[in-house]
Nanobody, 119 residues
């Protein structure tokens, strides 16, 4: 399984970006996909996740501004980011949580896509 993230870039404060994460390769089951971010000098943190059943979870810092969505097959996950702030500047990483068989859980990470928000 490979995850390909895209959509990052430079945007002014108050602007919007849409990140995409495309999953390729076969896997027994995907339970949840999500976005994490890591700013320079800081630990990686959760941004938003979505389950195969459609349940969503957001970090408090992005609630009301970011929206996570997916296609029905969990092949692609999106992160719509509105009202961006300079503190949203970070490398954004896509993560998939699933099973390679009914008993073996495994996590997959994509490469980061850089989001820079200028003030």
């Amino acid at each position: 399984v490979q995850l390909q993230a895209s959509g990052g870039g430079l945007v002014q404060a108050g602007g919007s970006l849409r990140l995409s994460c495309a999953r390729s390769g076969t896997i027994f089951k995907i339970d949840r996909m999500g976005w994490y971010r890591q700013a320079p000098g800081k630990q990686r943190e959760l941004v938003a996740t979505i389950t195969s059943g459609g349940s969503r979870n957001y970090a408090d810092s992005v609630k009301g501004r970011f929206t996570i969505s997916r296609d029905n097959a969990m092949n692609t996950v999106y992160l719509q980011m509105n009202s961006l702030k300079p503190e949203d500047t970070a490398a954004y990483y896509c993560k998939a949580e699933g099973f390679t068989d009914p008993w073996s859980a495994r996590d997959y990470w994509g490469q980061g896509t850089l989001v820079t928000v200028s003030s």
